[in-house]
T-cell receptor, first 111, second 116 residues
Framework: NAGVTQTPKFRVLKTGQSMTLLCAQDMNHEYMYWYRQDPGMGLRLIHY???????AKGEVPDGYNVSRLKKQNFLLGLESAAPSQTSVYFC??????????FGNGTRLTVT | AQSVTQPDIHITVSEGASLELRCNYS??????LFWYVQSPGQGLQLLLKYFSGDTLVQGIKGFEAEFKRSQSSFNLRKPSVHWSDAAEYFCAVAPYSGGGADGLTFGKGTHLIIQP
């Protein structure tokens, strides 16, 4: 039972490049989330999904897109990366309400 | 909208001493409350949660937290800290209604340093 798995663990992008972060969970959870973590800012919600085929905006959605084509996967896309998107990205999932189960994070640097 | 305040950015405690990390929330109704811990390079691990009932909740690793509605607080405590407790601690809140589907709101975290 792997829980929540994020790939890749590290990535360096140049400004303007695109990439997709993958989150996979094997707990049959309905709800999935993408957060970003920045020093002194805590975790801020980017987008979330309450089920397969659904997505919704969180607190800081600009510059990101998401898709939930399969229940177990939640993808976070950056179409044109900017230095302000340098951050650590965490995926989480949950069944009905709380608590959230977190992945180990993806450290993204945009130069 | 709900919010969470962790007043202490850094706290230094001697090994074996007691610990209290403060958390205040702003929410109009009864919230779900959580404490998570994050070790360096790791994701967040749930320490404990409060949904309802007994206002003193026990968690993993010897931690406990007390919900005080009158003070809008949910402080985390441990009687005797160990060097392995050095980490970042996050308090979080979710609305009681709506199933919490729109995720948790996190405080900015408290960095705990343990002195030998």
């Amino acid at each position: 039972n792997a829980g929540v798995t994020q790939t890749p663990k590290f990535r360096v992008l140049k400004t303007g490049q695109s990439m997709t972060l993958l989150c996979a969970q094997d707990m049959n959870h309905e709800y999935m989330y993408w957060y970003r973590q920045d020093p002194g800012m805590g975790l801020r919600l980017i987008h979330y999904s309450v089920g397969e085929g659904t997505t919704a905006k969180g607190e800081v959605p600009d510059g990101y897109n998401v898709s939930r084509l399969k229940k177990q996967n939640f993808l976070l896309g950056l179409e044109s990366a900017a230095p302000s998107q340098t951050s650590v990205y965490f995926c989480a999932s949950s069944y009905t309400t709380q608590p959230l189960h977190f992945g180990n994070g993806t450290r993204l640097t945009v130069t | 909208a709900q919010s969470v305040t962790q007043p202490d950015i850094h706290i230094t405690v001697s090994e074996g001493a007691s610990l209290e990390l403060r958390c205040n929330y702003s929410y109009g109704a009864t919230p779900y409350l959580f404490w998570y811990v994050q070790s360096p390079g790791q994701g967040l691990q749930l320490l404990l949660k409060y949904f309802s009932g007994d206002t003193l909740v026990q968690g993993i690793k010897g931690f406990e937290a007390e919900f005080k509605r009158s003070q809008s607080s949910f402080n985390l405590r441990k009687p005797s800290v160990h060097w392995s407790d050095a980490a970042e601690y996050f308090c979080a809140v979710a609305p009681y209604s709506g199933g919490g589907a729109d995720g948790l709101t996190f405080g900015k975290g408290t960095h705990l340093i343990i002195q030998p």
